[in-house]
């Protein structure tokens, strides 16, 4: 079958969705000699692309910038029609208002399936424009994939749809965190910290009690309640990732008097970050909005045996890592919460121990990278036969 994924950008962007699409798009050339699979995606801004990314064929469309996190395409529809003309499957990942307007001009032929990533939380006066358009393309799908029931449950906009959503995890290439360990199954835990040498020399750098938080430094991360956190937690805190709140949460820990235990560590390559996860006690994801509609890092350090503390999000972050099983759950905004949570981990190395074997046990049963590759084959399947 011929299957072209469509998302507004590609690797190597870095972003939750990005990741999605590389994992399936790599992981289908791998596993799947039956699927023949490419990518259309725009360029963040410039002149536009055909390359092949670890064997991925990628054509990016030319593009004027990104406003409002949206690429501004007018080639991209002309890339969607030549490119959809014999394909089987055209796999959409929303929101992507360029995409599925391109959609609707086009009118392909093939089988739409979406996969719906997150509503739209901040834009309203975008969405109010937008909706239109989304319901049309919606109503168009055959059908709507999502990683949690929580976001069919939560979601106004797909709740007209629910007859068309299917419900499939995450699922990532776990292999290169256990790697990371010298273990071929979880056999890491939270109170061997360190990792291998990599790990260790981290933990030498940034001493014991290590909290780590890895993702865009944006709105809805949460990233600013760590930092008050961290007035009542003791130990450190990694704090890995770029984005546009960057200046201001630096600041933000000075203010706090907590710049000697936040640090700063920018973005880092995706071969050097297993090291981290198996370097901290405890993994932290302090979301604020339904933006963050799943929290992939999270599974990141699952797979690597660490207790995870999140948010109460409507939307799958804590279905991800489940409250007093692989992790605490507290309520989003609320510093004080966060700072109980994760002093009560680090103090507790036996409950970091149960939780984390909990947490590898999960990552591996519940978010596999193949487990996710044979529910979207058989949703193509299934449409393919009707």
């Not at 880092?268 to 963050?292: G, K, Q, R, W």
Request: glycine residues 8%; proline residues 5%.
């Amino acid at each position: 079958m011929k299957v072209l994924q469509i998302n507004k950008l590609y690797h190597p962007h870095t972003g939750g969705v990005e990741k999605v699409v590389r994992e399936i798009a790599e992981g289908f050339l791998l596993r799947r000699v039956d699927v023949d699979m490419e990518v259309l995606a725009c360029s963040p801004r410039g002149a536009g692309s055909r390359d092949a990314v670890n064997g991925v064929r990628v054509t990016r469309a030319a593009s004027v910038g990104i406003y409002n996190s949206m690429p501004v395409s007018p080639h991209f529809p002309l890339l969607l029609k030549k490119m959809s003309a014999d394909k089987d499957i055209l796999h959409f990942h929303e929101p992507f208002p360029l995409g599925a307007l391109s959609c609707l001009l086009v009118k392909p032929r093939a089988k739409i399936v979406v996969w719906w990533h997150s509503d739209i939380v901040r834009q309203k006066t975008l969405l109010k424009f937008y909706r239109p358009v989304l319901n049309k393309f919606l109503e168009r799908a055959d059908r709507i994939i999502t990683a949690t029931a929580r976001l069919v449950e939560f979601s106004e906009i797909l709740k007209p749809y629910a007859h068309k959503c299917v419900v499939i995890p995450f699922g990532m290439n776990l292999d290169r965190f256990l790697k990371a360990a010298g273990t071929d199954a979880g056999g890491r835990t939270p109170t061997d910290a360190g990792g291998g040498a990599p790990g260790c020399d981290i933990r030498r750098r940034y001493g014991e009690r290590v909290v780590l938080f890895v993702g865009r430094l944006v709105y809805y991360k949460g990233v600013e309640h760590l930092i008050r956190a961290m007035r009542e937690v003791r130990g450190r805190a990694l704090i890995v990732g770029d984005g546009p709140l960057d200046a201001q949460l630096r600041r933000l820990a000075i203010r706090c008097g907590v710049a000697d235990r936040v640090a700063f560590l920018g973005r880092v390559d995706d071969a050097a970050l297993p090291a981290y996860y198996h370097a901290c006690d405890v993994f932290v994801l302090p979301s604020t909005a339904a933006s963050e509609a799943f929290g992939l890092v999270q599974i990141e350090a699952m797979a690597c045996a660490v207790p995870v503390v999140n948010t109460m999000l409507p939307s799958g972050v804590p279905e991800v890592s489940v409250d007093s099983v692989t992790g605490l759950t507290v309520r989003p905004g609320d510093a004080g919460a966060l700072a109980g949570a994760i002093n009560r981990l680090l103090d507790d190395a036996a409950l970091r121990e149960k939780y984390g074997r909990a947490a590898a046990e999960a990552a591996e049963k519940r978010f596999s990278l193949p487990l996710m590759l044979d529910k979207i084959y058989g949703v193509y399947e299934e449409l393919l036969q009707k």
